[in-house]
């Protein structure tokens, strides 16, 4: 039988997570049975979010499991399968994990959990991105929750990743100012040149909230009336400062915080003072979405209008490293890991 090579969760982080808190394994596949499909994976999205899993601490989702395989959605092709909606050689996404190959059983499938993808005009890989979890959170955070009226000034954080280009071209869509506040040089000129936004702030030439927000207020002349939180801590500081009356702030992400040390807000009066939304989600939570979603992102992209970039590491040995870069924002881009 074929080896399948998976990475576990071999023990929880103390503080920063390392490269030691992972395992590689290997198993044999096992024979399909009725309803089953045998799915190897071409692509593994990493995302932030795996990381607040890592820890056994409560949150929005339970603590991953020790010895399981990593979680994380799968792009790839059905090698086989004893399922009548799936034939060998369907382009498929998935849950598949942090593994060479899936079998995927019919409960998964019928509860939506794998599912064909289109590569006519939308590349692989980029349901795991763009058109995928990433551009449906932006999407969701954007419409739903910031709701921007045409000429409205939007930012947001982490702006050069998946969720932030998505986030950019949703907004820019809809007739808004977009500036966004992103790691290096490099990436806020991406930012602007490539993804079009109106600006981009390079937060590490700041030293703290106040220097930041001096930033954020020459971008931002006419004030935030909406932003999205990818970070949290400092940026979150800055841009409260600059927030209209009546703002609206979509908290998807606080990664930041993700090691488990406090974020206190500065100026938590500001909330009060300009009667200010603040709503934290978990797109999972909003299925009823997707469709809507994927539908005009998956338009931007085959347009031309978004345009996306990608950090492709190569091989599942590498997936703790690229892993614990994105945690670094030295991914620019979706981060990816490349497996066939």
Not at 72 to 81: F, L, N, P, R, Y
Not at 169 to 197: M, P, Q, S, T, W
Not at 236 to 256: H, K, P, Q, Y
Request: charged residues 20%; proline residues 5%.
């Amino acid at each position: 039988m074929p080896i399948n090579h998976r990475i576990v969760l071999d023990n929880r982080p103390q503080g920063e997570a390392t490269v030691h808190n992972f395992k590689m394994v290997e198993l044999p596949l096992p024979e399909l049975k009725e309803g089953e499909v045998l799915v190897c994976h071409h692509y593994l999205s990493l995302d932030p979010y795996m990381r607040g899993r890592m820890n056994e601490s409560k949150s929005y989702a339970a603590p991953h499991p020790l010895g399981e395989v990593m979680l994380g959605a799968t792009v790839g092709e059905v090698v086989d399968s004893r399922h009548p909606k799936f034939k060998a050689g369907d382009q498929v996404l998935g849950m598949g994990g942090w593994q060479e190959y899936s079998v995927v059983d019919s409960n998964t499938i019928s509860a939506g959990f794998l599912r064909k993808v289109d590569t006519t005009h939308v590349p692989l890989s980029h349901y795991l991105g763009a058109v995928g979890m990433p551009g449906v959170t932006a999407w969701y955070g954007l419409v739903k929750i910031i709701a921007p009226k045409a000429g409205e000034t939007v930012t947001v954080s982490a702006a050069s990743g998946a969720v932030g280009s998505a986030y950019g071209a949703l907004a820019k869509a809809r007739g808004c100012r977009v500036v966004g506040i992103a790691g290096g040089k490099d990436k806020c000129d991406y930012v602007v040149n490539e993804l079009g936004f109106d600006a981009c702030i390079d937060y590490k030439e700041h030293k703290d909230y106040i220097s930041l927000s001096k930033a954020l207020r020459q971008a931002c002349p006419n004030g935030i009336d909406g932003h999205f939180e990818n970070v949290g801590g400092m940026v979150l500081d800055a841009v409260m400062l600059r927030t209209n009356a009546f703002a609206r702030i979509a908290v998807c992400g606080m990664i930041a915080g993700y090691d488990g040390a406090p974020l206190p807000m500065s100026n938590p009066a500001l909330i009060l003072v300009n009667r200010m939304k603040i709503e934290g989600f978990i797109v999972s939570e909003h299925m009823e979405v997707w469709p809507e979603a994927l539908q005009e992102l998956g338009t931007l992209v085959g347009t031309g209008k978004l345009r996306p970039r990608e950090s492709v590491a190569q091989g599942l040995a590498a997936a703790p490293e690229a892993f614990l870069g994105l945690l670094k924002g030295k991914n620019f881009g979706k981060q990816l890991v490349k497996l066939v």
